[in-house]
Antibody, heavy 119, light 107 residues
Framework: EVQLLESGGGLVQPGGSLRLSCAAS????????MNWVRQAPGKGLEWVST????????YYADSVKGRFTISRDNSKNTLYLQMNSLRAEDTAVYYC????????????WGQGTMVTVSS | EIVMTQSPATLSVSPGERATVSCRAS??????LAWYQQKPGQAPRLLIY???TRATGIPARFSGSGSGTEFTLTISSLQSEDFAVYYC?????????FGPGTKVDIK
């Protein structure tokens, strides 16, 4: 059974940093692109970032480019999102999502971790 | 950036009735379109990809159609568990973009 378990969310002040993790199990982690998608309270879904399975190519939404860094450790089956220079508008539930090739299709999702940016 | 729009914003339907949700792309997304269902307090669930292919385990009452800029999600006979928010998402171009969602609620 595919499982994705996010952690690392919490309350952080504007300008602060946070690192999210997503522990994956039940599939060959290194073979799949992985993603972060967020959802602000009461709002819709917003794609944040994607990292390819083996080569490690990365892609970012303009809203987070230069502030967030996606990475992965295939030996630990873990996906990360390093978030720096956080802003109030980054407040959201952050979901880790597995890709279903071909194309970036989010076929399995974690339960999400809440990030609140507030003073 | 491909901007996705959905209509209606809210759809009130009686159980057993048919529900149709529309999704429009600001430029062609070819058939690279997915649909997701989200219930309150839960993560989204993939329903449809490739505009018309049901994901694993998705009931046959869910169907998708369209290509280019116009797409449709149809639920043929609404069950109680289908009342939720539905999102479309294009994966033809970077950045990946979602529609704003359509809430299907009980009439």
């Amino acid at each position: 059974e595919v499982q994705l378990l996010e952690s690392g969310g919490g309350l952080v002040q504007p300008g602060g940093s946070l690192r999210l993790s997503c522990a994956a199990s039940g599939f060959t982690f290194s073979s799949y692109d992985m993603n972060w998608v967020r959802q602000a309270p009461g709002k819709g879904l917003e794609w944040v970032s994607t990292i390819s399975g083996s080569v490690g190519s990365t892609y970012y939404a303009d809203s987070v480019k230069g502030r967030f860094t996606i990475s992965r450790d295939n030996s630990k089956n873990t996906l990360y999102l390093q978030m720096n220079s956080l802003r109030a508008e980054d407040t959201a539930v952050y979901y880790c999502a597995k890709d279903r090739a071909p194309g970036i299709i989010f076929d399995m999702w974690g339960q999400g971790t809440m990030v609140t940016v507030s003073s | 950036e491909i901007v996705m729009t959905q209509s209606p914003a809210t759809l009130s339907v009686s159980p057993g009735e048919r529900a149709t949700v529309s999704c429009r792309a600001s430029q062609s997304a070819s058939s690279n379109l997915a649909w997701y269902q989200q219930k309150p307090g839960q993560a989204p669930r993939l329903l449809i990809y490739g505009a018309s292919t049901r994901a694993t385990g998705i009931p046959a009452r869910f169907s998708g159609s369209g290509s280019g800029t116009e797409f449709t999600l149809t639920i043929s006979s609404l069950q109680s568990e289908d009342f939720a928010v539905y999102y479309c998402q294009q994966y033809n171009n970077w950045p990946l973009t979602f529609g704003p969602g359509t809430k299907v609620d009980i009439k």
